[in-house]
C-alpha cells in the first residue's frame, strides 16, 4: 500500500464510450501526476499539477482530459479513445518541498479500448 | 528524444550474487535520481534515490552509484534474492522548473535459484 489509490483497476471501453480514471493519495503531498505505460516503452509523462494547478501537459490529445479538483484527487477523463490508446495508467504523487522527494505511484489501471 | 536510458532490457543473476543495472541520462539539469522496481499489474514502487550532490547512497542490500561527469548511474543489489526479480526503472528530475521524473524503459531482472 503506497497511499495512492486508483480508480478501477482494470476498464475496457468502446471508442465511443466516455469514461474516468480516479486516483486519490493520503499522504498530504501537493504535486500529482498521470503517467501512461505501454509495451516496451517508457512510462511516458502526461500531465503535472502542482497544488491543483496543472504545470505540465506533455503534448497528450485533448481526448484525455485531466481534472484536479484538490491537492488528493486526481481524475482522467476519457473520451472517443482509439485502440492505440490501451496501456496501464498510472497516477503518482510527490511533496514539493523546495528540494528533491521521490514519486509514489498507484497500483494503476489497465485500460482496453475495443 | 530519450532523456533517461537503459540500454540493458534484461539481466539474469544468480541468487546471492551481486545485480548491476545501469542507467545513462543525456540533460545535465537532472539532478535528482530514482530506481523504481515493478512487478507485472503494478504500479512502480520506490527504491532508493541520490542527489546530484553525492555519488553514493545506500540503503541495506541496494546501493546507488552516481557519476556525473560520465552522466551515468547504477545500482547494485548484493546479495540478490529470487524476489529481486522484477523490472527496474531509472528515473531522473531537475529540481528547477516544472518538477517532473522522466523514466527509462526498464530491465528485467531475474535472480536464479
Known amino acids: 500500500e503506497t497511499g495512492v489509490t486508483q480508480t478501477p483497476r482494470h476498464l475496457v471501453m468502446g471508442m465511443t464510450n466516455k469514461k474516468s480514471l480516479k486516483c486519490e493519495q493520503h499522504?498530504?503531498?501537493?504535486?500529482m501526476y498521470w503517467y501512461k505505460q505501454s509495451a516496451k516503452k517508457p512510462l511516458e509523462l502526461m500531465f503535472v499539477?502542482?497544488?491543483?494547478?496543472?504545470?505540465e501537459n506533455n503534448s497528450v490529445p485533448s481526448r484525455f482530459s485531466p481534472e484536479c479538483p484538490n491537492s488528493s484527487h486526481l481524475f482522467l477523463h476519457l473520451h472517443t479513445l482509439q485502440p492505440e490508446d490501451s496501456a496501464l495508467y498510472l497516477c503518482?504523487?510527490?511533496?514539493?518541498?523546495?528540494?528533491?522527494?521521490?514519486?509514489?505511484f498507484g497500483q494503476g489501471t489497465r485500460l482496453t479500448v475495443v | 528524444d530519450q532523456q533517461v536510458k537503459q540500454n540493458s532490457p534484461s539481466l539474469s543473476v544468480q541468487e546471492g550474487r551481486i545485480s548491476i543495472l545501469n542507467c545513462d541520462y543525456t540533460?545535465?539539469?537532472?539532478?535528482?535520481f530514482l530506481w523504481y522496481k515493478k512487478y507485472p499489474a503494478e504500479g512502480p514502487t520506490f527504491l532508493i534515490s541520490?542527489?546530484?550532490?553525492?555519488d553514493k547512497n545506500e540503503d541495506g542490500r541496494f546501493t546507488v552509484f552516481l557519476n556525473k561527469s560520465a552522466k551515468h548511474l547504477s545500482l547494485h543489489i548484493v546479495p540478490s534474492q529470487p524476489g529481486d526479480s522484477a523490472v527496474y526503472f531509472c528515473?531522473?528530475?531537475?529540481?528547477?522548473?516544472?518538477?517532473?521524473?522522466?523514466f527509462g524503459t526498464g530491465t528485467r531482472l531475474k535472480v536464479l535459484a
Open positions: 503518482a504523487s510527490s511533496q514539493l518541498r523546495g528540494g528533491n522527494a521521490e514519486a509514489f
Open positions: 499522504l498530504g503531498h501537493n504535486a
Open positions: 499539477y502542482n497544488f491543483k494547478e496543472q504545470t
Open positions: 540533460n545535465s539539469m537532472f539532478d535528482y
Open positions: 541520490i542527489s546530484s550532490i553525492k
Open positions: 528515473a531522473a528530475s531537475a529540481t528547477s522548473g516544472t518538477y517532473k521524473y522522466i
